[in-house]
């Protein structure tokens, strides 16, 4: 499913977009061409532009998003900051219980943009050593029915203060989930997100899976509709306000907006040309040296980003 966000000369090209996205997909070959798409929504200035469906689903069938669930990890966080229940400076000791006490210099910013220092190996079906992965051994292995113990587990990296180096890791987005208990003080997380986001939101159909120990997957299984996203999509656009609702502050969604220090003087691990933010995917490369993310698309195109294809992407400057 994708929220794709173009820019203006759109209905020129819409033609060629659907053949790309809904073609005919009958040949397996290594030859084939296109994208095997499952929804696709296009909104600016709150008109649809385009709207399109296939392989079975329509506007209200849940989807799997994958990684866009640790944007909404995130996005909790914000709400949170803006009740003054957490400080982006705070200790992740003071939202839950670690047996290793090194694990306490560990601040909540550096969960937000991956940068805890927890040794992690984040990679997944096309691993070349599988049993080395962490993400397989958390979702499918040892970790899975308590997926925030499995990450606490983990050891540190060996020399690196917390917020020195970036790494892309979904143990420490199911690690922003478990400390959410925490700040929430053990309410029931998906009533809180119904609460404080998805109601305020509009969003009906959602829904967010948990591991054994009552965690929610942080990092993935959160399922909506391409109207939910886009009413997430709506949220970004209004820098953290819905139709006159504000849910989070303007300050939050400058420091999502905003490339972490550790990305931009040591990435490990970094094979991608995707730039980060906190929890979240940003186009402005040059902060870090790099190039555009999306090489045709403004500067200002942000984006939460899911496995296999799933996107919400949002451009401001066109508000789109």
């Known amino acids: 499913m994708i929220l794709l966000l173009v820019l203006l000369s759109f209905a020129a090209q819409a033609s060629e977009l659907n053949d790309y996205l809904f073609g005919s997909r009958e040949s397996e070959s290594r030859h084939r061409v296109g994208a095997r798409t499952e929804g696709i929504l296009v909104i600016q200035n709150g008109r649809v532009l385009y709207e399109k469906y296939g392989r079975g689903y329509d506007q209200n069938k849940l989807h799997i998003t994958w990684s866009i669930s640790k944007t909404m990890t995130g996005l909790l966080y914000g709400v949170a900051l803006k009740e003054k229940r957490v400080r982006l400076d705070q200790s992740i000791c003071d ?28 990679e997944y079906e096309g691993a070349v050593k599988p ?17 925030a113990e499995f990450v606490k587990s983990q050891p540190l990296e060996p020399n690196v203060a917390p917020g020195e180096v970036w790494r892309y890791s979904s143990g420490d987005s199911v690690l922003a989930a478990s400390l959410l208990k925490g700040v929430f003080k053990g309410q029931d997380l998906r009533k809180v997100y119904k609460e404080k986001i998805f109601d305020p939101l509009e969003i009906k159909d959602w829904l967010w899976e948990g591991d054994s120990a009552g965690t929610l997957a942080g990092a993935y ?46 990435r490990a691990g970094y094979n991608s040309h995707e730039i980060s933010g906190a929890h979240f995917w940003l186009n402005k490369g040059h902060e870090a040296g790099l190039r555009k993310a999306w090489p045709d698309a403004p500067i200002d195109t942000v984006a939460a980003l899911g496995h296999w294809g799933q996107y919400l992407a949002v451009i401001p400057s066109e508000n789109v």
């Open 131 to 147: 049993t080395e992965s962490s993400i397989l051994a958390m979702l499918y292995g040892e970790g899975h029915r308590d997926m």
């Open 95 to 122: 939202f839950g219980s670690f047996l290793n006490a090194h694990f306490c210099k560990i601040k909540i910013k550096d969960v937000l943009t991956w940068s805890t220092g927890i040794k992690w190996n984040e």
């Open 221 to 266: 299984y959160f399922y909506t509709s391409l109207k939910g996203l886009s009413h997430i999509g709506e949220l970004f656009l209004g820098k953290g306000t819905f139709r006159g609702q504000k849910i989070f502050n303007e300050d939050f969604w400058e420091f999502m907006t905003t490339v972490p220090e550790s990305f931009k003087k040591n």
